[in-house]
């Protein structure tokens, strides 16, 4: 693939902001990097592209310092890095935001931010200078959040704001972006998208790792491809389809619309009747009416933070306090625990894998085991069944295509898309009769996504219900038979998939009827 010219007066002689050459990584027995090459020119944005598992998020925890490479050079800005780590990092002007993001939850917005600077401003530390500084960065870009809330109180949209200041305010040159949409609306996406051309063109250098086409097609001017650790392209985005850097990321032709036969509707099985929902003085949830037939997808539609979190979570669980009823098939489950829940039927992809779907520390075999841990074949007599959860693990594991593909791995080993295969996995594999699915694409990649498609298509087609939740509006449109748009905790809107498009859905999601 062609590579672009530089541009600028400097160009000829100006080294690149990074060079990373013949990164190579190991992991005991797991390969994460191989030979790796990435070339990021200054002032512009750069997306680094590739499945899940592909060694991404490793190359740039090794650029940030979090990882020490075993062979091959990092340079930045044309100085080679020697005894790297994250303080180095900042110090070299490389900030980063990760996929999974590193706050305090019981801090305040402005502690977070702080944290780390006070171990360089030693006796001189200023925090109303830093909330001054923090504030007109926030003007600027368009990052607004309340600097004394806590962070545990804020959505995940907002603790994104929080991580993107926390890099500004110490004056990153080069900024590494993991998945930073994958909680943006499409309208927040477009607003994101300015802050970063506007970082862009005022010398900032962004290398952003993305599974979105359609983004990188959007906002990089340069991308780079990785599969099983290497680098197997780089271009100018302007010279590739969308097309060919998915064939460029799994190896093989992808199909970007999703098969799907129209089937009739069977019965009702799931029923959400006036359901309403208060905490902390604020109303979340107010008069919500809903209902999913078997052999149905409903998408539910909004901007994050119109009471999505606290729907799904008062369906599954894990809030108690909701007003109104909640029925599966037929059978009330106010006041049911969340196993009981499980017993009944009830599948759940969450929202937030890591607090919500998965024991970061237990291996991928238990965590495909949990939730079914207590019965056979993973118990008997009260004694947890070893070979029967590895045998279920690895035939997930294959179906799955969970990598790297070593049952007794730590899940916080592996990549986000590959967490998210292990939850898609477990609950899939269940047979529910309904279930939960709330941003279950997030943070996969394109040809994962394919196949997570596929298997909730199957599961609509065997009878199961559905309720997608999703901030994706093309994932919305076509997987849904159905769909409701919510906003400030009503349903608004409610209509067959057929009747709507984008910008129907945008104006409902905005508050428009």
């Known amino acids: 693939m062609p590579q672009p010219e530089r541009q600028g007066p400097d160009a000829a002689t100006a080294p690149p902001a990074i060079e990373m050459i013949g990164i190579s990584?190991?992991?005991?027995?797991?390969?994460?990097?191989?030979?790796?090459?990435?070339?990021?020119?200054?002032?512009?944005?750069?997306?680094?592209?590739?499945?899940?598992?592909?060694?991404?998020?490793?190359?740039m925890n090794i650029l940030y310092g979090l990882y020490r490479q075993d062979e091959g050079e990092v340079r930045v800005f044309g100085q080679k890095v020697e005894d790297h780590g994250p303080t180095n990092a900042v110090r070299l002007g490389i900030g980063m935001v990760h996929q999974h993001f590193m706050l305090v939850p019981p801090f305040?917005?402005?502690?977070?931010?702080?944290l780390g600077i006070e171990e360089s401003a030693g006796p001189f530390l200023d925090p109303s200078r830093i909330a001054r500084q923090v504030v007109e960065l926030g003007d600027r870009y368009g990052l607004k959040v309340d600097l004394e809330a806590k962070v545990q109180t804020l959505p995940v949209s907002m603790?994104?704001?929080v991580e993107i200041l926390k890099v500004l305010v110490r004056g990153a040159r080069v900024l590494i972006l993991d998945e930073p949409t994958a909680v943006l609306t499409p309208q927040e996406v477009e607003e994101f998208f300015k802050v970063l051309r506007t970082l862009r063109d005022q010398g900032s250098t962004i290398i952003l790792i993305t599974h979105k086409l359609k983004e990188i097609k959007a906002i990089s001017d340069r991308l780079t491809?990785?599969?099983?650790?290497?680098?197997?392209?780089?271009?100018?985005?302007?010279?590739?389809?969308?097309?060919?850097?998915?064939?460029l990321m799994v190896g093989r032709p992808v199909r970007f619309a999703v098969e799907k036969k129209d089937r009739p509707p069977g019965e009702v099985r799931l029923v959400a009747k006036n359901v309403g929902y208060t905490s902390a003085g604020r109303r979340l949830l107010d008069g919500v009416d809903l209902s999913i037939c078997s052999g149905e997808i409903l998408g539910l539609a909004g901007v994050a933070g119109n009471g999505q979190t606290e729907l799904v979570q008062g369906f599954t669980g894990l809030i108690q306090g909701l007003e109104g009823s909640i029925e599966l098939d037929g059978r009330d489950l106010s006041g049911l625990s969340v196993r009981?829940?499980?017993?009944?039927?009830?599948?759940?992809?969450?929202?937030?894998r890591l607090k919500h779907a998965l024991v970061p520390d237990y291996s991928i075999e238990d965590n495909f085991a949990l939730g079914l841990h207590h019965r056979p074949p993973c118990t008997s007599l009260g004694r947890l069944m070893r070979s029967a959860i590895r045998a279920q693990a690895e035939?997930?594991?294959?179906?799955?295509?969970?990598?790297?593909?070593?049952?007794?791995?730590?899940?916080?080993?592996?990549?986000?898309?590959?967490?998210?295969?292990?939850?898609?996995?477990?609950?899939?594999?269940?047979?529910?009769?309904?279930?939960?699915?709330?941003?279950?694409?997030?943070?996969?990649?394109?040809?994962?996504?394919?196949?997570?498609?596929?298997?909730?298509?199957?599961?609509?087609?065997?009878?199961?219900?559905?309720?997608?939740?999703?901030?994706?509006?093309?994932?919305?449109l076509s997987l849904s038979d159905r769909i409701a748009v919510i906003y400030r905790g009503k349903i608004l809107k409610t209509l067959h998939a057929a009747e709507a498009t984008e910008s129907v859905l945008g104006l409902a999601m905005a508050g428009v009827a």
């Open 225 to 247: 491809v990785m599969r099983e650790g290497t680098t197997v392209a780089t271009a100018a985005t302007g010279d590739v389809s969308r097309e060919e850097i998915a064939q």
């Open 340 to 352: 009981e829940r499980i017993e009944l039927g009830l599948g759940h992809i969450a929202e937030d």
């Open 108 to 114: 305040s917005v402005i502690e977070n931010i702080i």
């Open 395 to 476: 035939r997930l594991i294959g179906e799955y295509d969970v990598r790297p593909p070593l049952p007794e791995l730590p899940a916080r080993q592996l990549s986000g898309g590959n967490q998210q295969k292990v939850v898609i996995g477990r609950e899939c594999s269940r047979e529910p009769r309904c279930l939960i699915a709330a941003l279950p694409t997030r943070g996969v990649d394109i040809g994962a996504i394919e196949f997570i498609h596929q298997r909730l298509v199957g599961l609509r087609d065997r009878g199961v219900a559905i309720l997608l939740v999703s901030t994706e509006l093309s994932e919305i």
């Open 159 to 161: 603790e994104q704001r």
């Open 25 to 59: 990584k190991r992991f005991k027995t797991v390969v994460a990097n191989r030979q790796a090459n990435l070339t990021v020119n200054e002032r512009e944005i750069h997306a680094v592209v590739g499945e899940n598992g592909a060694g991404k998020s490793t190359l």
